[in-house]
């Protein structure tokens, strides 16, 4: 088996510019399996794959404001633990409080929490698996580009790269944001588009706890958690447009603090500086849900991709499936004709509506 990576490093795609969030407090059932596999597997994964992923479980922490997000918590939480995850607990504005004090709650009707939610290192969890699978004989070639794919009868025959062809009769799409360019080179069609998440970490700051949960504002979208001494804030803007776009926009710090000092007033008083702040690329599908499996018209060629912001999470399951529907045609984790790529075609989406 061999990887093909054109940068000189691994990392430098979606995976190093991620905030490393886990959690299974997810809509659709599949997203919720996917989940509980994955924090199963990063509870243990330094044991499994002898390397470290750094996995905390501080929870996550969503807050709703009405009543249509508060009956949108309770829904999710019914259906996460009827799947098995049975320690999603419902949480009073004053369990919040005692939480994390500094968040203004006046206008907060309840919430969800779940302590096994929380955060990976996404470097680490990547370099743990592709050094474990180096040590199983997987060769890595770096500074090679993939520029096209050889098909003859319907069928993968080779990949042209940069360091020359490779014969093969099997392709994994892992090209993350790009992976619509890769599925085009073989005459696939793959409804993967990337859109620009922006990151932006605080300077040290000690005004809120030094352990405490993702906490969600719903009425917003803004979330945030520790990352070593300062704090790390998110915000998806809905303005956002779709394309190849990895410029952090110095504009946006003004918008995100705005949001962080309405929910968590201390948080006006948090140093920003804006050159280390960063901006990386989602790779959404239509259902905001990712597309494993074979390509309907081209043998030999399969997607692992579209994770739509969620794709270090699920890497344990989804590599998982995908080496199961390589090897067997089948996966005994999910029903993965759930996520085919033929869902789109057939009017078989799903609908996640928990995209951070
Ligand atoms: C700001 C931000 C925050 C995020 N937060 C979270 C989070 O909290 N939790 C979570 O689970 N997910 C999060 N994500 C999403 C997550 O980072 C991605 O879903 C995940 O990293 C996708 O991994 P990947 O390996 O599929 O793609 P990538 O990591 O992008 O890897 C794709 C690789 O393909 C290579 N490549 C592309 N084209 C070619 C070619 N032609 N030839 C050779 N190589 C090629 C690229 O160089 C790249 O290294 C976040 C993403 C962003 C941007």
């Known amino acids: 088996m ?6 000189a490093h691994q990392g430098k795609g979606s995976t190093g510019k991620s905030m490393g969030g886990v959690r299974a407090q997810f809509t659709t059932p599949v997203n919720i399996q996917m989940s509980k596999y994955s924090i ?26 009405n009543e249509k997000h508060l009956a949108y918590l309770r829904a999710n939480m019914e259906r996460q633990k009827a799947l098995g ?6 949480i009073s504005p004053d369990d919040i409080s005692k939480m994390v004090p500094q968040l203004r709650v006046d206008d907060v009707l309840g919430g969800t929490f779940c302590p096994t939610d929380g955060f990976v290192d996404p470097h680490s969890v990547m370099m743990g698996f592709m050094l474990n699978a180096r040590e199983k004989g997987v060769r890595l070639w ?16 080779a990949v042209e790269t940069s360091r020359g062809m490779v014969a093969t009769n099997v392709v994994v799409n892992a090209a ?61 803007d809905p303005k956002e447009t779709p394309g190849f776009k990895t410029e952090f926009d110095e504009t946006f710090v003004e918008k ?30 239509p259902d905001h849900h990712a597309i494993i499996g074979p390509a309907p018209n081209v043998e030999g060629l399969y997607f692992v991709n579209g994770f739509s ?48």
């Not at 061999?2 to 940068?7: A, D």
């Not at 995850?85 to 419902?90: F, L």
């Not at 922006?198 to 030094?210: A, H, M, N, R, S």
């Open 2 to 7: 061999l990887v093909l990576e054109r940068e």
């Open 40 to 65: 199963d597997f990063f509870s243990k994964f330094d044991e499994v794959v002898g390397h470290p992923a750094d996995y905390r479980a501080h929870g996550y922490l969503f807050c709703a404001t």
């Open 85 to 90: 995850v049975t320690n999603v607990e419902w």
């Open 142 to 157: 770096l500074d090679t580009t993939v520029t096209g794919i050889e098909v003859e009868n319907d069928r993968i025959t």
């Open 176 to 236: 993350g944001a790009w992976a619509a360019q890769i599925a085009e080179m073989a005459g696939a069609e793959l409804p993967v588009e990337p859109l620009r998440r922006q990151l932006v970490p605080t300077e040290p700051f000690d005004q809120l706890p030094q352990r405490f949960p993702m906490v969600i504002d719903m009425s917003t979208g803004f979330h945030f958690r520790r990352e070593g001494k300062g704090i790390l804030l998110a915000w998806n």
């Open 256 to 285: 995100i603090l705005t949001h962080a000092a309405s929910r968590v007033p201390v948080l006006a008083e948090a140093g920003v500086n804006p050159r280390r702040a960063w901006a990386g690329l989602y790779e959404m599908t």
């Open 309 to 356: 912001g969620h794709g270090v999470m699920h890497s344990p399951a989804s590599g998982k499936i995908a080496a199961a529907l390589v090897l067997e045609g089948q996966s005994a984790l999910i029903d993965a004709n759930q996520l085919s790529v033929t869902r789109f075609a057939e009017g078989r989406t799903l609908e996640e509506t928990a995209v951070l």
